[in-house]
């Protein structure tokens, strides 16, 4: 499966960013097969979790520091995972990825609150940057 995010850009703390998530090259699988999840990487620090959606019954897992400011959404006739980004932070700012797997990761940050390593997720995409400016 291949990943594309796109809705990236510069924002003023308090603004508002729209990304999303397009899937394609499905084989013998289908897009509401796969669980999702959009991470974030900012310099000098590790990959985290924001936001995913499990495959089984679309369910959806924020970590703490987003709750209530972000929301993921699916769009099964397009393919595509968003994710509305509001009352941006400066510490939001970070390169937003998007990944996906037939296994139900996000089942596990709902459960647990960590999922698997990162490498182990099949698909990424290539990332887009959000940078909120003070």
């Known amino acids: 499966v291949q990943l594309v995010e796109s809705g990236g850009g510069l924002v003023q703390a308090g603004g508002s960013l729209r990304l999303s998530c397009a899937a394609s090259?499905?084989?013998?699988?289908?897009?509401?097969?796969?669980?999702f999840g959009w991470f974030r990487q900012a310099p000098g620090k590790e990959r985290e979790v924001v936001s995913c959606?499990?495959?089984?019954?679309?369910?959806?897992y924020y970590t703490g520091s987003v709750k209530g400011r972000f929301t993921i959404s699916g769009d099964n006739a397009k393919n595509t995972i968003n994710l509305q980004l509001n009352s941006l932070k400066p510490e939001d700012t970070a390169v937003y990825y998007c990944a996906a797997d037939l296994f139900d990761f996000c089942r596990l940050y709902m459960d647990y609150g960590h999922g698997q390593r990162h490498a182990d997720l099949s698909s990424w995409g290539q990332g887009t940057q959000v940078t909120v400016s003070s």
């Open positions: 959606i499990s495959s089984v019954d679309r369910s959806t």
């Open positions: 090259g499905f084989t013998l699988t289908h897009f509401d097969q796969y669980a």
